[in-house]
């Protein structure tokens, strides 16, 4: 865990070296008038799990094994947790941090769902260099767990977990529907409770380390300066000096904390949805045009291709389709160069659906000749 422990704390410095004024939204992730500790789910969720920590290392045997569970299953569930931990990938390659297209799919009532937050995060994690905090992931989080326990779907002894209604959960390559929580499940939590604690303090000490005001460059959305502005409490929030004309007079501009009020606000600015999607989009499109593959996952690029369809700017449809081509080139060289035949007869399942994307969405743009070209001899191997 030491590794991983590192990685997390080095990537708030790196965030917060590359592009200070984005590192300080992130902090602050403001999205509307609200009490500091109400306006996000991250203080419930640092006050829920230093309760249940208190419980698990003061109980034995079920009882442990149960409120053990639970902290396991709270730490997964946080969207903010996830939302942080992309924008300072995000931040520290260069680009503006993101509370919008990371938590939400193009159907924009329902919350992505644990397994799938993981998964957008697995490419910025690789992206930004932050393999060890994979590992953890990949090592410790078990979604059979958290389904069992969540839907009463388990029965416990005092040595073993068994799991009812549920896929059997691999362990070290072997499907089992019990294991031993001294062995198996305490170890994660143990894992969980470090990660959690690094991440928390990280979090409060970023926010902490605003004793003084600072000046420092910003995009908001042109080039600017901006004060960070800092107290005996912290950071409390950013000013923009004489931006804004109001009344024939000028005026500042920013986010900050209302000490009468107790709550967050911001102040002569308009928070404008469509454009921050715009800027967002712009920076994932732009972040995958430097990358010669997707090496984790592609679920976040598929995301985001997504909403470039729902969207239909032809500047993105062009970009995106480009890069829906480009990716399955890359996966059609792989195919070529594979020598075992096996392996070599899936490929173009994945490479299939990069192709047919990129026709569907880019024909009246772009020439697809070759790659329709390439879709045809695809499945004719496939039928082969």
């Known amino acids: 865990m030491k590794d991983t422990l590192t990685d997390l704390t080095t990537l708030f410095d790196e965030a917060q070296k590359s592009i200070e004024f984005e590192f300080i939204q992130t902090l602050i992730n403001y999205t509307g008038i609200g009490a500091k500790e109400l306006s996000t789910n991250l203080h419930e969720w640092f006050e829920a799990i230093e309760f249940y920590k208190g419980l698990y290392y003061s109980l034995s045997n079920k009882e442990k094994t149960r409120i053990g569970t639970l902290l396991y299953s709270t730490f997964f569930e946080n969207s903010d947790f996830y939302n942080i931990l992309g924008s300072l990938c995000k931040i520290k390659l260069g680009y503006k941090g993101s509370s919008y297209l990371f ?18 995060l697995l490419e910025l994690l690789e992206d930004a260099g932050k393999q060890n905090i994979i590992s953890f992931f990949n090592d410790n989080h078990f979604r059979e767990i958290r389904n069992t326990f969540f839907h009463s779907a388990y029965s416990l002894s005092d040595e073993d977990y068994i799991l009812h209604d549920s896929e059997a ?29 690094t991440f928390k303090k990280s979090y409060l000490d970023s926010f902490d380390s605003y004793q003084i005001d600072k000046e420092v460059d910003a995009l908001f959305p042109n080039p600017c300066k901006a004060t960070i502005l800092g107290s005996k409490n912290g950071l409390k929030g950013f000013r923009i000096k004489n931006s804004v004309k109001l009344f024939g007079g000028r005026h500042d501009s920013g ?82 160069a594979e020598k075992n035949g096996f392996k070599q007869k899936n490929f173009p399942k994945i490479i299939l659906p990069f192709y047919k994307q990129a026709v569907e969405i880019g024909s009246k743009i772009m020439d697809m000749t070759q790659v329709k070209k390439n879709i045809k001899t695809l499945e004719e191997f496939m039928a082969g």
């Open 255 to 336: 986010v900050w904390y209302d000490e009468k009020y107790e709550m967050w606000a911001g102040h002569n600015c308009r928070i404008n949805f469509a454009n921050v999607e715009t800027i967002e989009i712009q920076d994932s499109l732009s972040r995958y045009e430097k990358k010669d593959d997707i090496t984790r996952s592609d679920l976040e690029f598929q995301n985001v291709v997504d909403k470039v369809i729902e969207r239909n700017n032809p500047d993105e449809i062009y970009k995106a389709t480009h890069l829906l081509v480009k990716f399955g080139d890359v996966r059609r060289k792989k195919m070529v």
């Open 169 to 197: 959960i691999v362990i070290e390559g072997v499907g089992h529907y019990l294991f031993n929580v001294e062995k198996f499940l305490y170890p994660k939590i143990d894992n969980l409770i470090q990660f959690f604690d």
């Open 103 to 120: 938590w939400k799919t193009k159907k924009y009532e329902r919350l992505l769902g644990i397994g799938e937050k993981q998964d957008f």
